[in-house]
């Protein structure tokens, strides 16, 4: 399962829990980040962002058991402007060569709203029609967005318990050690805890798109 992302830290702080999860069920897993996210406003560690954030990246790698990391260099806030074509085209080339089997994203919309997210989204919907490969998104309840916009003035996106296909009792250990190595990020991040919080000991997924069913 290929997890594409725009940013490092998207695979953790988003994604990780969910990884785990695939990976203690005997799931290989990859990360493709489109961007080094070095125009992110968030710099609790000292350096350029873009070198930090790799280097993080490798290590909550690890922390997750991923098999497999692509980092691009696409600009970091700048995916929208990008043809789609090209994004599309760097999903299908690392699937391929990693194999894979299905992506997991972040929901339409990008969760918060992020442009960068959704187009992430966007390019592994196309690359999953390409392939015939199923896609499936990472989602947050309403009740959890609205709380989370309401105490921070954010725009998270959630669904309805009618949207959601599969909610998924997961441990966050491994998530929490792998967010950790993200320090430039999560050091002055109250909204990412507050969400975790909210969360508990769950998370919710939705199909983007099936599997195919043969035989």
């Not at 991923?66 to 402007?81: C, I, K, M, Q, R």
Request: aromatic share 4%.
């Amino acid at each position: 399962m290929v997890a594409v992302c725009a940013h490092p830290d998207d695979e953790s702080f988003g994604l990780g829990a969910v990884i785990d999860s695939l990976t203690a069920a005997g799931t290989s897993t990859a990360v493709l980040s489109f961007t080094r996210g070095e125009a992110s406003r968030l710099h609790g560690a000292a350096g350029d962002l873009g070198v930090v954030r790799a280097t993080e990246l490798a290590a909550a790698a690890r922390a997750l058991m991923v098999s497999d990391v692509l980092l691009l260099d696409h600009a970091d806030g700048a995916l929208p402007g990008i043809d789609l074509d090209i994004l599309v085209d760097d999903v299908v080339r690392y699937a391929t060569a990693v194999g894979a089997g299905g992506f997991l994203v972040f929901d339409l919309g990008g969760i918060t709203g992020h442009p960068d997210h959704q187009r992430a989204t966007e390019a592994a919907l196309l690359a999953g029609e390409r392939l015939n490969l199923a896609v499936i998104a990472w989602s947050i309840p309403v009740s959890v967005a609205d709380s989370l916009n309401g105490a921070f003035g954010t725009a998270f996106a959630g669904r309805t318990e009618a949207e959601i296909d599969i909610v998924l009792r997961v441990d966050r250990s491994a998530q929490k050690r792998a967010i950790a190595l993200h320090a430039s990020q999560a050091t002055d991040n109250p909204v990412l805890w507050r969400r975790l919080e909210l969360l508990g000991d769950t998370e919710c997924l939705r199909w983007l798109r099936r599997p195919s069913v043969t035989g």
